[in-house]
């Protein structure tokens, strides 16, 4: 099993017919029990009441900027979670303004929690290591302050060589745990015996870039460096190039070429300008693939797994 990553909105500016506003949840399958939203625009939560998802069981929540479609939901989902009796901690990741914005909500509308609840203002830089996961936020260039952020997961010990065991006469039994876990032991017959030895390979943990809304800007190359899959906005098409870097976002190509140059394995456009319909997406998806033919666009609840 590998994390999850499921499109809860994709619109952006404004919600249509078809998209939600933006958000994203990561499931940490097989890391942890929780799962991490990255932005949270208006109507969110309904969204989540539309899937599998527990609104407990959200542990971190990871906001890109401030502008409203990125976090007009987060007071309904925040008092949600507490009318649902939850009691587990939440920590929300932003940039300055956020901890204003979210208490301000909440006192105004005399709202309780019923969790702990941190706000954490971000600058550049590594968020966290816990030992599984580590996320560094990264810089962009966008209208307001803004980040992207990269989610690396550590490298997972290999597997046992089942021959090698065998060519060794070394038993089955209640040490092989042990012997997974690389640690030392001792067998029955008195052999030392290191795990170590009989590991394959390490395997390499798996990497997620989320981006904010950008320009194209020199620190998306060091975000999205060889990831397995990038998150990037892609607001309107290649025509438009001009009026998109106005007003601080990327075109189809432009996030394409990003994802070629940075070498990633998969790029997952979303963040699509309103005046798109259904009928308009393939045009889009080829103009990426042109540049980026491992590439898709996101509709509202696509998994992906990673």
């Given at each position: 099993?590998?994390?999850?990553?499921?499109?809860?909105?994709?619109?952006?500016?404004?919600?249509?017919?078809?998209?939600?506003?933006?958000?994203?949840?990561?499931?940490?399958?097989?890391?942890?029990?929780?799962?991490?939203?990255?932005?949270?625009?208006?109507?969110?939560?309904?969204?989540?009441?539309?899937?599998?998802?527990?609104?407990?069981?959200?542990?971190?929540?990871?906001?890109?900027?401030l502008h409203?479609?990125?976090?007009?939901?987060?007071p309904g989902?925040?008092?949600?979670?507490?009318?649902?009796?939850?009691?587990?901690?939440?920590?929300?990741?932003?940039?300055?303004?956020?901890?204003?914005?979210?208490?301000?909500?909440?006192?105004?509308?005399?709202?309780?929690?019923?969790?702990?609840?941190?706000?954490?203002?971000?600058?550049?830089?590594?968020l966290f290591?816990?030992?599984?996961?580590?996320?560094?936020?990264?810089?962009?260039?966008?209208?307001?302050?803004?980040?992207?952020?990269?989610?690396?997961?550590?490298?997972?010990?290999?597997?046992?060589?089942?021959?090698?065991?065998?060519?060794?006469?070394?038993?089955?039994?209640?040490?092989?745990?042990?012997?997974?876990?690389?640690?030392?032991?001792?067998?029955?017959?008195?052999?030392?015996?290191?795990?170590?030895?009989?590991?394959?390979?390490?395997?390499?943990?798996?990497?997620?870039?989320?981006?904010?809304?950008?320009?194209?800007?020199?620190?998306?190359?060091?975000?999205?460096?060889?990831?397995?899959?990038?998150?990037?906005?892609?607001?309107?098409?290649?025509?438009?190039?001009?009026?998109?870097?106005?007003?601080?976002?990327?075109?189809?190509?432009?996030?394409?070429?990003?994802?070629?140059?940075?070498?990633?394995?998969?790029?997952?456009?979303?963040?699509?300008?309103?005046?798109?319909?259904?009928?308009?997406?393939?045009?889009?998806?080829?103009?990426?693939?042109?540049?980026?033919?491992?590439?898709?666009?996101?509709?509202?609840?696509?998994?992906?797994?990673?």
């Amino acid at each position: 099993m590998g994390m999850e990553l499921t499109f809860l909105g994709t619109s952006a500016g404004v919600p249509t017919k078809d998209r939600n506003v933006t958000s994203m949840l990561l499931d940490l399958i097989g890391i942890r029990k929780n799962y991490w939203v990255f932005d949270c625009g208006e109507g969110t939560q309904y969204r989540i009441l539309n899937s599998p998802f527990k609104p407990s069981k959200i542990e971190k929540i990871f906001i890109t900027h401030l502008h409203g479609d990125h976090i007009f939901g987060l007071p309904g989902l925040l008092c949600s979670r507490s009318m649902g009796g939850s009691t587990d901690p939440l920590t929300i990741y932003g940039p300055k303004g956020l901890k204003q914005y979210i208490e301000t909500a909440l006192s105004l509308s005399s709202s309780y929690m019923t969790y702990p609840l941190e706000i954490i203002e971000i600058e550049e830089g590594q968020l966290f290591d816990d030992g599984k996961l580590i996320v560094t936020a990264y810089s962009l260039d966008h209208r307001v302050e803004c980040y992207g952020y990269r989610i690396e997961e550590y490298a997972k010990l290999g597997a046992l060589n089942a021959d090698k065991l065998a060519r060794d006469n070394i038993p089955r039994g209640p040490w092989m745990l042990a012997l997974k876990q690389g640690k030392q032991i001792q067998l029955d017959d008195g052999r030392e015996v290191n795990g170590t030895d009989y590991l394959e390979e390490p395997r390499k943990g798996k990497v997620v870039a989320i981006f904010g809304d950008t320009i194209p800007t020199p620190n998306a190359l060091l975000l999205a460096k060889d990831a397995d899959v990038m998150v990037h906005e892609t607001t309107l098409e290649a025509e438009f190039e001009d009026k998109a870097n106005e007003r601080g976002h990327s075109t189809t190509r432009q996030a394409a070429l990003l994802a070629r140059q940075a070498g990633v394995k998969r790029f997952i456009a979303t963040h699509i300008s309103a005046r798109y319909g259904p009928q308009d997406i393939p045009r889009l998806l080829a103009e990426c693939q042109a540049e980026f033919p491992a590439t898709e666009i996101a509709e509202d609840y696509l998994t992906i797994k990673i």
